[in-house]
């Protein structure tokens, strides 16, 4: 596609639940980044893969959060038993490799709420 | 670790005003430099990068920032706003030692009055 997709658009999840967020990264995209931007604050990192390789899971805030990227290119991150903290927009961004001065492309997230 | 702290949550400015909105960065290695645009329910996209080619960056829109080693900042400015920069600027930094992620700042939301 032309830009990142992210699904869906918005999630309204009961305390406890799980969900499954999903990102299509821009095809030919080595690498793929999650990041969580709470109402009010920056985009914090999440996790990071290059490829199918998550090279850096520092960001996820518990063992609730996981990530894939089975094939390389689409990714899904899930959260299991879902909090009212867990509440935020979740942000797909996606680069060519990967390296620190390079240009992000986001997708336009997925709202999470958890009532 | 790194750190990017952005002054004013909100910046109001006239249409034709100068636009100025700052960014203090902390690294203990030489920072890249980022400014990202998030327009409503639009993804972010990237209004323009430092990577020590160059202290003055010229970015999309007719925005600029220049990288102010000795201040720790890297200020983003517009001579004349347009009521269609309104939207909520990031500034972000990352490591030159090899670290992918970026850390971003809380963010400034501009608005442009007519």
């Known amino acids: 596609g032309a830009g990142v997709s992210q699904s869906p658009r918005y999630k309204v999840a009961k305390r406890g639940q799980d969900v499954a967020l999903r990102c299509d990264p821009i095809s030919g995209h080595v690498s793929l980044f999650w990041y969580q931007q709470a109402l009010g604050q920056g985009p914090e990192f999440l996790t990071y893969f290059q490829n199918e390789a998550q090279l850096d899971k520092s960001g996820l805030p518990s063992d609730r959060f996981f990530a894939e990227r089975p094939e390389g290119s689409v990714s899904t991150l899930k959260i299991q038993r879902t909090q009212q903290e867990d509440s935020a927009v979740y942000l797909c961004?996606?680069?060519?490799?990967?390296?620190?001065?390079?240009?992000?492309?986001f997708g336009s997230g997925t709202q999470l709420s958890v009532l | 670790a790194q750190s990017v702290t952005q002054l004013g949550s909100h910046v109001s400015v006239s249409e034709g005003a100068l636009v100025l909105l700052r960014c203090n960065y902390s690294s203990s290695v030489p920072p890249y430099l980022f400014w990202y645009v998030q327009y409503p329910n639009q993804g972010l996209q990237l209004l323009l990068k430092y990577t020590s080619a160059a202290t003055l960056v010229k970015g999309i829109n007719g925005f600029e920032a220049e990288f102010k080693k000795s201040e720790t900042s890297f200020h983003l400015t517009k001579p004349s706003a347009h009521m269609s920069d309104a939207a909520e600027y990031f500034c972000a930094v990352s490591s030159m030692s090899g670290s992918e992620k970026l850390v971003f700042g809380k963010g400034t939301k501009l608005t442009v009055n007519p």
């Open positions: 961004a996606s680069s060519v490799q990967g390296v620190a001065n390079e240009k992000l492309f």
